[in-house]
């Protein structure tokens, strides 16, 4: 059974870091993108950032870029999202997943697995 889980949300104060994690089973991530989406209350899901994992090519949203990064780890077939400098305005559910095209796409309809989500709250 194909599946990712997300890991690693919380309750950070304003400049803060977390670091998410999304780990597969059941499918190896080589050869898929794999995105980062959040969606807060009230609003519609948004790409964060995403990986092509067939040539490393990753891509950020104006909102995040400077400030999150999206690395992989082999070994433990595992995609991380490191957050630094979380803003109030990154407070969402976040969610991880897997497209079988090799592509720098936001667009949610490209993705064929998703994670169940982890709340990142940013409030002081």
């Known amino acids: 059974q194909l599946q990712l889980v997300e890991s690693g949300g919380g309750l950070v104060q304003p400049g803060g870091s977390l670091r998410l994690s999304c780990a597969a089973s059941g499918f190896l991530l080589n050869g898929y993108t794999i995105g980062w989406f959040r969606q807060a209350p009230g609003k519609e899901r948004e790409g964060v950032s995403c990986?092509?994992?067939?040539?490393?090519?990753?891509y950020y949203a104006d909102s995040v870029k400077g400030r999150f990064t999206i690395s992989r780890d082999n070994a433990k077939n595992t995609v991380y999202l490191q957050m630094d400098s979380l803003k109030p305005e990154d407070t969402a559910v976040y969610y991880c997943?897997?497209?079988?095209?090799?592509?720098?796409?936001?667009?949610?309809?490209?993705?064929?697995?998703w994670g169940q989500g982890t709340q990142v709250t940013v409030s002081s």
């Open positions: 997943a897997a497209s079988q095209r090799s592509l720098g796409s936001f667009r949610a309809y490209e993705y064929n697995y």
């Open positions: 990986l092509i994992t067939s040539v490393r090519s990753t």
